[in-house]
């Protein structure tokens, strides 16, 4: 008797490439529902093995309860925010989503956009159509010559450096992640964000969305801009306060401003849609042909390899195994993106190495995943492209970090087991050590000083010199703003010399409170760490 063994299913609630499709029903049973109703995907996806969605199906917890057979959620596109992933990872549910498709569209059309403002095609095409014929009254501006300002030099914004490059632009980056070795390689000249905001003729955004980038350019940072610099966003809408932007239009401190992308969509009733100096698109800089079709035919391929068991790059929640060291070094998974989060936060500028060392008896155990847990740490905040354990070292290389690791068969300070990153950045070496303490991390050293922090919630972070009064004048500061402290703990290492002083805070603190306590004489730096 010969069985045949069955096909997985596979839900495509939202239209993608016939290409993908035709890659799935190679291999699976493909069911298109495309505009369903939330209980109408509740009930579809019953008995279903995959489901696979863009922007516009909402992956929410109740969807994932009715879809008790899913093995797979796929997202055709970057942004995985319409799918509870916390929930699919506690289900089990692997999510995948193509992070690289729509790299080389989003770049041109970033370029389409900058030529489309520069010469103010829209304008020009709308008053041809009335009938009027005003040459000079839609007078343009060249590229060359010009200065273009790139925030966030990932594989986006590195293609438009390119690009730019090509039309005789002068390029200047920020990006504190990557290393002036990529830059050189592709002609950008790494520089400060206010270098960046004073020296761009245009602006063009390329970062992910995160509580550091978002509102990048605001009221104050708008100001600094040279006056009738013109700014161009095809990332994520939020990384621009509209309403200041608005107020830079009008008052023709900025010249104009192409915009793909809004902090609410579809933008209906935004102000900045209309506005005579702004070239609006309803978010098409992955709409091309080309690549709708690499996104759905990359998806197809991920959503059938999960299928199958294996881990594939673009995996957003799976966790990797590792045979035979999951019950020892698995638990240090966490402290190792901790300690990630951490020193990235405390850097604060661009990174050039990362030395990362394991001491005691994690020396004698496959210590890669925890390699890519530190790298994930480090450059999940900051990385358009979702890192994971599995794509960790894939997306350092590509921003040329050089990345080191070592063993000691010893601890220092007579830990049993040690992690210790050390990252330099222009020049400055900022290091942290953790490790496990009743199975939870903790954060043990910071720079030369040893410490037992638990690395939770919002850690503010000062060095300075040990003087009587610095406390009591932190603590009057945070009193003053209504921040509660809810732990502290000071250190140092020779009397009246250098100290520190952590302190676990109920809520971040706003900038203007920032300065003020560096403001406070003997302090030498203040950080701030969100975990």
């Given at each position: 008797?010969?069985?045949?063994?069955?096909?997985?299913?596979?839900?495509?609630?939202d239209k993608i490439d016939d290409a993908g499709i035709e890659l799935l029903r190679g291999s699976a049973e493909v069911?298109?529902?495309?505009?369903?109703?939330?209980?109408?995907?509740?009930?579809?996806?019953?008995?279903?093995?995959?489901?696979?969605?863009?922007?516009?199906?909402?992956?929410?917890?109740?969807?994932?309860?009715?879809?008790?057979?899913?093995r797979v959620v796929g997202r055709a596109g970057v942004g995985v925010d319409n799918i509870d992933v916390d929930e699919?990872?506690?289900?089990?549910?692997?999510?995948?989503?193509?992070?690289?498709?729509?790299?080389?569209?989003?770049?041109?059309?970033?370029?389409?956009?900058?030529?489309?403002?520069?010469?103010?095609?829209?304008?020009?095409?709308?008053?041809?159509?009335?009938?009027?014929?005003?040459?000079?009254?839609?007078?343009?501006?060249?590229?060359?010559?010009?200065?273009?300002?790139?925030?966030?030099?990932?594989?986006?914004?590195?293609?438009?450096?390119?690009?730019?490059?090509?039309?005789?632009?002068?390029?200047?980056?920020?990006?504190?992640?990557?290393?002036?070795?990529?830059?050189?390689?592709?002609?950008?000249?790494?520089?400060?964000?206010?270098?960046?905001?004073?020296?761009?003729?245009?602006?063009?955004?390329?970062?992910?969305?995160?509580?550091?980038?978002?509102?990048?350019?605001?009221?104050?940072?708008?100001?600094?801009?040279?006056?009738?610099?013109?700014?161009?966003?095809?990332?994520?809408?939020?990384?621009?306060?509209?309403?200041?932007?608005?107020?830079?239009?009008?008052s023709g401190q900025i010249a104009q401003a192409a915009l793909d992308v809004f902090a609410e969509e579809p933008a209906?009733?935004?102000?900045?849609?209309?506005?005579?100096?702004?070239?609006?698109?309803?978010?098409?800089?992955?709409?091309?042909?080309?690549?709708?079709?690499?996104?759905?035919?990359?998806?197809?391929?991920?959503?059938?390899?999960?299928?199958?068991?294996?881990?594939?790059?673009?995996?957003?929640?799976?966790?990797?195994?590792?045979?035979?060291?999951?019950?020892?070094?698995?638990?240090?998974?966490?402290?190792?993106?901790?300690?990630?989060?951490?020193?990235?936060?405390?850097?604060?500028?661009?990174?050039?190495?990362?030395?990362?060392?394991?001491?005691?008896?994690?020396?004698?155990?496959?210590?890669?995943?925890?390699?890519?847990?530190?790298?994930?740490?480090?450059?999940?905040?900051?990385?358009?492209?979702?890192?994971?354990?599995?794509?960790?070292?894939?997306?350092?290389?590509?921003?040329?970090?050089?990345?080191?690791?070592?063993?000691?068969?010893?601890?220092?300070?007579?830990?049993?087991?040690?992690?210790?990153?050390?990252?330099?950045?222009?020049?400055?070496?900022?290091?942290?050590?953790?490790?496990?303490?009743?199975?939870?991390?903790?954060?043990?050293?910071?720079?030369?000083?040893?410490?037992?922090?638990?690395?939770?919630?919002?850690?503010?972070?000062?060095?300075?010199?040990?003087?009587?009064?610095?406390?009591?004048?932190?603590?009057?500061?945070?009193?003053?703003?209504?921040?509660?402290?809810?732990?502290?703990?000071?250190?140092?290492?020779?009397?009246?010399?250098?100290?520190?002083?952590?302190?676990?805070?109920?809520?971040?603190?706003?900038?203007?409170?920032?300065?003020?306590?560096?403001?406070?004489?003997?302090?030498?730096?203040?950080?701030?760490?969100?975990?």
């Amino acid at each position: 008797m010969v069985t045949t063994e069955k096909k997985p299913r596979v839900l495509i609630a939202d239209k993608i490439d016939d290409a993908g499709i035709e890659l799935l029903r190679g291999s699976a049973e493909v069911t298109l529902r495309p505009g369903m109703k939330p209980d109408e995907l509740h009930q579809a996806l019953k008995d279903q093995d995959a489901l696979i969605v863009r922007s516009a199906t909402k992956v929410t917890a109740a969807a994932l309860e009715a879809g008790t057979d899913l093995r797979v959620v796929g997202r055709a596109g970057v942004g995985v925010d319409n799918i509870d992933v916390d929930e699919c990872t506690r289900r089990g549910i692997v999510v995948v989503n193509t992070a690289g498709g729509s790299t080389f569209a989003t770049a041109e059309h970033t370029m389409a956009m900058m030529l489309s403002m520069a010469r103010n095609v829209p304008q020009a095409m709308a008053s041809l159509l009335t009938g009027a014929w005003t040459p000079a009254k839609f007078m343009g501006v060249e590229l060359r010559g010009k200065t273009l300002g790139i925030f966030g030099l990932g594989r986006i914004g590195t293609q438009v450096a390119r690009r730019a490059t090509s039309f005789g632009m002068r390029v200047i980056a920020t990006d504190p992640y990557v290393s002036r070795e990529h830059a050189d390689a592709n002609g950008v000249e790494l520089v400060t964000k206010d270098q960046l905001l004073a020296g761009s003729d245009f602006l063009t955004l390329h970062a992910t969305l995160t509580t550091e980038t978002g509102h990048f350019l605001g009221e104050a940072e708008l100001a600094k801009m040279k006056r009738g610099a013109r700014i161009v966003n095809c990332a994520r809408g939020a990384l621009i306060d509209e309403d200041a932007l608005r107020r830079a239009l009008d008052s023709g401190q900025i010249a104009q401003a192409a915009l793909d992308v809004f902090a609410e969509e579809p933008a209906k009733d935004n102000p900045l849609v209309g506005h005579p100096q702004v070239v609006c698109t309803p978010h098409l800089a992955a709409s091309s042909q080309e690549a709708q079709v690499e996104i759905a035919q990359d998806l197809a391929r991920l959503v059938l390899a999960c299928l199958r068991g294996e881990h594939v790059a673009g995996a957003v929640n799976a966790p990797l195994r590792f045979a035979g060291d999951i019950p020892f070094v698995e638990p240090y998974l966490h402290v190792a993106d901790v300690l990630g989060r951490v020193v990235t936060q405390l850097g604060g500028a661009r990174l050039e190495r990362v030395e990362i060392t394991y001491a005691g008896e994690l020396a004698a155990h496959d210590v890669t995943p925890l390699t890519a847990a530190v790298i994930k740490g480090l450059l999940a905040p900051i990385s358009e492209e979702r890192v994971n354990l599995i794509n960790a070292r894939l997306v350092a290389r590509s921003r040329g970090l050089n990345v080191t690791e070592s063993k000691a068969d010893r601890a220092e300070n007579n830990y049993a087991n040690l992690i210790t990153v050390s990252v330099r950045a222009n020049g400055d070496e900022r290091v942290v050590a953790g490790t496990l303490f009743q199975d939870a991390p903790r954060l043990v050293r910071i720079d030369d000083y040893w410490v037992d922090v638990a690395p939770v919630g919002h850690v503010l972070i000062t060095q300075h010199l040990d003087r009587p009064g610095i406390i009591g004048r932190v603590g009057t500061l945070l009193g003053e703003g209504d921040v509660n402290i809810s732990n502290m703990q000071v250190g140092r290492q020779v009397r009246r010399g250098g100290a520190i002083m952590i302190m676990n805070l109920d809520e971040r603190l706003a900038d203007p409170l920032v300065q003020q306590i560096e403001a406070i004489p003997d302090i030498r730096s203040v950080k701030q760490v969100s975990l």
